[in-house]
């Protein structure tokens, strides 16, 4: 929009339409709920706007009302410094269906603005996954997060501590030659936890590490060698890599032969 609140899109081909203006699914500042044509929160009760070949359609205009905002400090659990760069997502209890996110500034700052009165979830997490993930207040899932309430024209503070992440890291190599290898997916797995899988990929020279793991016993391997730690065959003869949220875990070596070289025969 212009400094009037006018707009114009272009080029729209002949069809029809939802329109939108802050889209729920939005990274962003924007002081006002967001709704869909006409005067509808969800798409489900929104009105297509058809355009014909060559038609203007005008008219199809947006009342916003300004939402409810939560804003907050992250720190690290240790020390207590502000943690920058953490993605803060909001997801909407009830109603359901807005999902707002920003990150914190240099000092561990946030606010979301925007939000629809009612109550959300809060996330924090680092792509770096220096930190563990958490979502509020001081839990570690969803489904467990102390919902947040927001008013509209008011801000709710929600303040998070990050515990610092455990984390594994090695090196993986072909065994024939020693070298490195590259982007071959690692795999870690948190055992008796089924959806405490994460991973990465190897950087240029074969190391890797994997951050944001909590206290607990894991398995690493790499799928297309067909290796886990310790030179097993399988993740469940793997042996265990023990990990304390905080501390570094070394010198977790895998070494095999890449998929692509381990035959020399002639196909024919």
């Known amino acids: 929009t212009d400094a009037s609140g006018n707009y114009r899109i272009s080029g729209v081909a002949p069809d029809s339409f939802l ?18 044509y006409n005067n509808s929160l969800s798409s489900l009760g929104a009105t297509y706007v058809k355009v014909a070949e060559g038609q203007n359609v005008t008219g199809i ?8 905002s939560i804003s907050g400090r992250v720190t690290a659990d240790a020390g207590g410094a502000g943690i920058e760069d953490v993605e803060v997502t909001a997801s ?21 603005t925007g ?7 809060l996330k924090f997490e680092t792509s770096d996954g220096a930190y563990l993930t958490e979502y509020y ?20 503070t929600a303040n998070a501590a990050l515990a610092a992440s455990g984390r594994i890291t090695g090196r993986v190599t072909n065994s024939g030659t020693g070298a490195g290898i590259d982007d071959i997916f690692v795999s870690v ?18 190391t890797y ?3 944001g793991l909590g206290t607990g016993a894991y398995k690493v391997g790499v799928p297309e060698l067909n290796k886990w730690y310790n030179n097993k065959e399988s993740e469940e003869l793997a042996d265990v890599v023990n990990v304390t949220v ?8 895998i070494s095999g032969v890449p998929f692509a070289g381990g035959c020399t025969a002639d196909p024919g």
């Open 19 to 36: 329109v939108f203006v802050n889209g729920f699914f939005q990274f962003g500042s924007s002081e006002y709920v967001g709704e869909y």
């Open 61 to 68: 205009n947006f009342s916003l009302a300004r939402g409810g």
């Open 92 to 112: 909407g209890i009830a109603p359901v269906g807005q999902i707002i996110s920003t990150s914190t500034d240099a000092s561990g700052n946030y606010t979301l």
């Open 115 to 121: 939000l629809i009165p009612g109550s959300f979830t």
């Open 137 to 156: 207040n001081n839990k570690t899932a969803q489904g467990a997060a102390d919902p947040v309430a927001v008013t509209a024209g008011n801000t709710t």
């Open 189 to 206: 797995t948190k055992v008796g936890d089924p959806f405490g899988g994460t991973g990465t990929f190897t950087e240029s020279d074969g």
């Open 209 to 211: 590490s994997v951050g």
């Open 246 to 253: 905080g501390v570094t875990v070394p010198n977790i070596n």
